[in-house]
């Protein structure tokens, strides 16, 4: 699965490289946009209908591929300790570094922070350094991050975002629009935890697609959102004086 997520996102990239719209595939398939949109969500495509997009690149699914593997080999997926420490321990860094993930160009991260463009251009040769980012001409910004990138599991950013967001995080009543907090509590087998693992790693997936889908829209049309999937095997510490 994670594989054909790789080769849908270069698919889709190849595509904006050749000027090329959800449109003019569904154009190519006879299908609604709408279709060809759920397609791309769902990546499920068959041969033929790959194929026929390939077609109007002027590409071989083969060509595809290898355009994967390529692209694969160039990007970041995790960072080291080491890195992940020095983006932990400045905020301005990770700030900067959270928006340039998020495709924030350098003349936003100076409008809407208090950055300087001296201060800017010190925090993305940082980035660049630690090749999450190529900084181009005119201090553009190329991400270099590979689509499964991830924080290490309780490392530095981790540990920062748990120790010092948690509690503004969860600050909240959760009853704006753009808000919810969903609480189950349930008595699982391990075959069902599994099973509740896949499907929470499918919908994080979701998000990656419809934020990756949305990077294209101007910035005052997209909002800071944060999701948090978390599940663990826990009784409530509360009840502990009650438990034989």
């Not at 060509?63 to 990007?75: E, F, G, I, P």
């Not at 983006?87 to 900067?96: D, E, F, G, K, S």
């Not at 991830?150 to 009543?173: C, R, S």
Request: aromatic letters at 8%; a neutral charge.
């Amino acid at each position: 699965m994670a594989q054909t997520k790789q080769l849908i996102d270069t698919l889709k990239r190849a595509l904006k490289a050749h000027g090329l719209s959800y449109a003019d595939v569904a154009s190519q398939l006879t299908l609604s946009e709408a279709s060809v949109k759920r397609l791309f969500a769902e990546a499920s495509f068959s041969l033929a209908r790959l194929d026929a997009i390939c077609q109007m690149m002027d590409m071989e699914i083969s060509d595809l591929v290898l355009l994967m593997n390529n692209q694969a080999r160039s990007m970041v997926s995790k960072l080291s300790f080491e890195q992940e420490q020095e983006i932990a321990t400045n905020i301005a860094l990770l700030l900067v570094t959270v928006c340039v993930l998020n495709r924030w160009t350098m003349p936003q991260l100076m409008d809407h922070f208090h950055l300087s463009e001296h201060e800017c251009i010190r925090y993305l040769v940082v980035l660049d350094r630690l090749r999450l980012i190529d900084l181009l001409a005119g201090n553009r910004i190329k991400l270099k991050v590979a689509t499964n990138f991830k924080w290490l599991d309780n490392g530095p950013i981790q540990q920062f975002f748990q120790q010092k967001v948690a509690a503004d995080f969860f600050n909240t009543q959760f009853t704006e629009q753009q808000e919810q907090l969903i609480v189950k509590n349930g008595m699982l087998s391990d075959a069902a935890m599994i099973v509740f693992h896949r499907k929470v790693e499918q919908l994080a997936r979701d998000f990656d697609e419809l934020n990756n889908d949305d990077a294209v829209l101007p910035l005052d049309q997209r909002r800071g959102t944060t999701a948090v999937f978390a599940m663990r095997s826990w009784q409530y510490g509360l009840f502990e004086r009650l438990r034989k």
